[in-house]
Nanobody, 121 residues
Framework: QVQLVESGGGLVQPGGSLRLSCAASGSIRSIHGMGWYRQVPGKQREFIARETGATGIAYADSVKGRFTIARDNAKKTVTLQMNNLLPDDTAVYYC???????????????WGQGVQVTVSS
């Protein structure tokens, strides 16, 4: 009933930039928050950034000053501008959203399928 579709991953050299995008679609009544996580093999999924109506914007310490999240409520999209990328930023990046469905009475968590970001020379 809900799809989160990410785009914009790829290979970039250290110090470079990438912009990730995520679009939500489906039977959406309201979106209460959108954000990004990342995961490398063998490790837990890691919070990167989020924007919610209730708490505003938050970033992980590891990306503060380098990554910028932006949400467009009308378009149901969220972007992650990633600058000054480091090899340690290499991971699969996942879009996350807290969504109430049309006809639903509560908010659920939804995830995209993930996009690979590789930072390497």
């Amino acid at each position: 009933q809900v799809q989160l579709v990410e785009s914009g991953g790829g290979l970039v050299q250290p110090g470079g930039s990438l912009r990730l995008s995520c679009a939500a679609s489906g039977s959406i009544r309201s979106i209460h928050g959108m954000g990004w996580y990342r995961q490398v093999p063998g490790k837990q999924r890691e919070f990167i950034a989020r924007e919610t109506g209730a708490t505003g914007i938050a970033y992980a310490d590891s990306v503060k000053g380098r990554f910028t999240i932006a949400r467009d409520n009308a378009k149901k999209t969220v972007t992650l501008q990633m600058n000054n990328l480091l090899p340690d930023d290499t991971a699969v990046y996942y879009c996350n959203a807290q969504i109430m469905l049309i006809g639903g009475g509560y908010v659920n968590d939804y995830w995209g399928q993930g996009v690979q970001v590789t930072v390497s020379s």
